[in-house]
């Protein structure tokens, strides 16, 4: 299926966000567009999931969808805490946070989240595949498309885990995006708000601003597969150096010869 897409020409982008340039690269397949923008660094083997999330809407497709929108957090009840000099540092943020509907832990270790989440009454949400080396370190577990591999993974991935879900953006423009919002609306249960939205989406996109996923009213619609770039917003925001340029494709085809 990989011999389907155009990886040699695929135009590579650069989304100014307040951390800085998110980069990737769009692929244009049989049927539509995907985004590949796995994070700096990442190995080959989890390049290949990002990449297998980038091919699936134009391949294989997302699955139904049993709600037309998705609600989206504005992140006020919700704390991101990470777990660093101590897990009572990191109890006392969210002790000090006040009311919220879930705390999104970022740790290293089963040990740390368990340990936090039997201190705090609230509950706690961690990585998919953190909470499925230890199924009672957590409440919640987060759920990206692009690190899971796409939609129908992800839903799989959160089947067998059996605890509810929240939808977390891996997306850098609304393409990609558009994979972790067919993600939520495509859970059986929704118990938590999803997001929150990439902010930088409403300076820079890729597509038209009639597709562009800004939130409207607290939600995002849910589409059968994602919205194709705009030339006239894409052109602003390709990335001509070089160097750069060659470093992407060819991570695209060695995380394409892992498929």
């Given at each position: 299926m990989r011999t389907l897409f155009d990886f040699d020409d695929a135009p590579v982008f650069a989304i100014p966000t307040s951390g800085g340039p998110r980069l990737g690269v769009l692929l244009d397949?049989?049927?539509?567009?995907?985004?590949?923008?796995?994070?700096?660094?990442?190995?080959?083997?989890?390049?290949?999931?990002?990449?297998?999330?980038?091919m699936e809407p134009s391949t294989v497709g997302w699955p139904d969808a049993v709600r037309g929108r998705v609600p989206v957090s504005d992140g006020r009840a919700r704390a991101v805490v990470t777990v660093e000099s101590s897990v009572a540092s990191a109890v006392a943020r969210i002790r000090d946070a006040g009311a919220l509907d879930l705390?999104?832990?970022?740790?290293?270790?089963?040990?740390?989240?368990?340990?936090?989440?039997?201190?705090?009454?609230?509950?706690?949400?961690?990585?998919a595949d953190l909470l499925a080396a230890d199924p009672g370190c957590a409440d919640v577990a987060v759920l990206r498309c692009g690190e899971l591999g796409g939609v129908r993974r992800a839903l799989r991935r959160a089947e067998r885990l059996g605890v509810p879900a929240v939808v977390e953006f891996s997306g850098a423009t609304s393409i990609g995006a558009a994979a972790d919002v067919a993600l939520a609306a495509a859970l059986p249960e929704l118990p938590y708000a999803c997001?929150?939205?990439?902010?930088?989406?409403?300076?820079?996109?890729?597509?038209?601003?009639?597709?562009?996923?800004?939130?409207?009213?607290?939600?995002?619609?849910?589409?059968?597969?994602?919205?194709?770039?705009?030339?006239?917003?894409?052109?602003?925001l390709l990335v001509h150096d070089d160097d750069t340029v060659q470093q992407w494709r060819a991570l695209v085809?060695?995380?394409?010869?892992?498929l």
């Open positions: 397949g049989p049927q539509g567009w995907g985004e590949f923008s796995p994070p700096p660094g990442c190995d080959d083997a989890l390049a290949a999931r990002w990449l297998t999330s980038a705390v999104r832990l970022v740790c290293r270790s089963t040990e740390d989240a368990a340990a936090v989440r039997r201190q705090v009454d609230v509950p706690v949400a961690v990585e997001g929150p939205a990439p902010e930088w989406l409403r300076a820079g996109d890729v597509v038209s601003p009639a597709r562009s996923l800004v939130p409207a009213d607290g939600h995002l619609p849910a589409a059968p597969m994602p919205a194709a770039p705009d030339p006239s917003r894409l052109e602003p085809r060695r995380a394409a010869a892992l």
